[in-house]
């Protein structure tokens, strides 16, 4: 059993050393445990205090391309490297490291192929009152949109199996932490989450610039994810309260012509017709959606089956070449 620890990095020279010192360096049911950093294009010294503590793999982009990105640069090196289980966590230290042990547990019992760190939101001092109200509403729509009962869905500390990892897509550049719970619900992949320790604050979030920012960002995120899993329930809601308000306005307009009374109410009449047609055209637009859903996860199923070709092809050992990533195509 191979677990591969993987922290994507930008600028994090001050803090990514007290982040790898706290992580585990055995685990019991793990036979070896190996590290990845992804340099998202750091200007500072990331990469140099990562090679200097003895971190096994790098990622090294010329330029930041994003935590969505990063992330999936690292699963897929991760899993070409043989990891059976791969955990993501924060340069910042963020989480405790000794809480890994715990995160996998779940995927080491074959309960679940992906789990979701918990943390105690409320007790986190750093936390605004207003990040903590905005992280509990955020959660809340993404167990409503995911059909999942992940209390903290922005926690980026999370385990992989290796089935569930190379099942893994994002599509937004923001991150892949709201997605990847709607993706991995809407696909009844077995996902679950545990209680786990938060440390001190180190530095500032960079990835919530300002409230309003991440509300707007968060919320596209999590609306894209739905409509690209349950686009046609999304389009039959909007066309038919479309169509209903038509046919209301429009039996509004009867009532009136049948008391004579039609002539004043020709508006009624054209919106009604409006909101009739604008509805049965959103509803044929969310066949439309279903029928590329469904592509969709067809083509997903055909790239979940290359990966597994792709990496089989390996040594004895389940380990590839190289030790250094690849910059993927942008």
């Not at 389009?235 to 012509?257: C, H």
Request: hydrophobic share 45%; charged share 25%.
């Amino acid at each position: 059993m191979k677990l591969i620890i993987q922290i994507p990095c930008y600028n994090e020279a001050e803090t990514l050393a007290i982040a790898l010192d706290a992580l585990p360096k055995q685990i019991a049911g793990v036979d070896e445990i190996e590290y990845l950093i992804i340099n998202d294009g750091s200007s500072d010294d990331t990469e140099k205090v990562a090679l200097e503590w003895g971190v096994n793999y790098i990622v090294h982009f010329k330029r930041n391309l994003g935590l969505a990105k990063g992330f999936l640069a690292g699963i897929d090196l991760a899993l070409r490297h043989g990891a059976d289980i791969i955990v993501n966590t924060d340069a910042d230290n963020q989480y405790c490291g000794a809480d890994i042990e715990k995160l996998i547990l779940p995927i080491l019992e074959k309960k679940a192929d992906i789990v979701i760190g918990e943390r105690p939101i409320e007790e986190i001092e750093h936390f605004s009152w207003v990040k903590k109200k905005l992280q509990r509403f955020g959660s809340f729509v993404v167990r409503m949109a995911s059909k999942t009962d992940i209390p903290d869905a922005p926690s980026g500390f999370r385990a992989y199996s290796r089935k569930a990892a190379m099942r893994v897509n994002v599509h937004n550049e923001y991150t892949y932490t709201l997605e990847t719970i709607v993706q991995a619900g809407r696909n009844k992949m077995a996902i679950t989450s545990v209680p786990v320790n938060t440390n001190p604050e180190l530095r500032k979030s960079r990835l919530m610039h300002s409230i309003f920012d991440y509300v707007k960002k968060s919320m596209l995120t999590i609306l894209r994810a739905v409509l690209m899993y349950r686009p046609l329930r999304v389009f039959t809601l909007l066309g038919a309260t479309a169509m209903a308000g038509g046919i209301a306005i429009g039996v509004r307009f009867l009532i009136f012509f049948f008391q004579g009374n039609g002539g004043g109410h020709t508006q009624s009449l054209i919106l009604a017709a409006m909101l009739i047609i604008i509805g049965s055209q959103t509803f044929v637009t969310g066949l439309q959606a279903d029928i590329i859903s469904a592509n969709r996860k067809l083509l997903e199923d055909m790239q979940y089956r290359i990966k597994k070709l792709e990496f089989a092809l390996l040594d004895p050992e389940g380990r590839a070449i190289t030790e250094r990533g690849e910059e993927p195509p942008e």
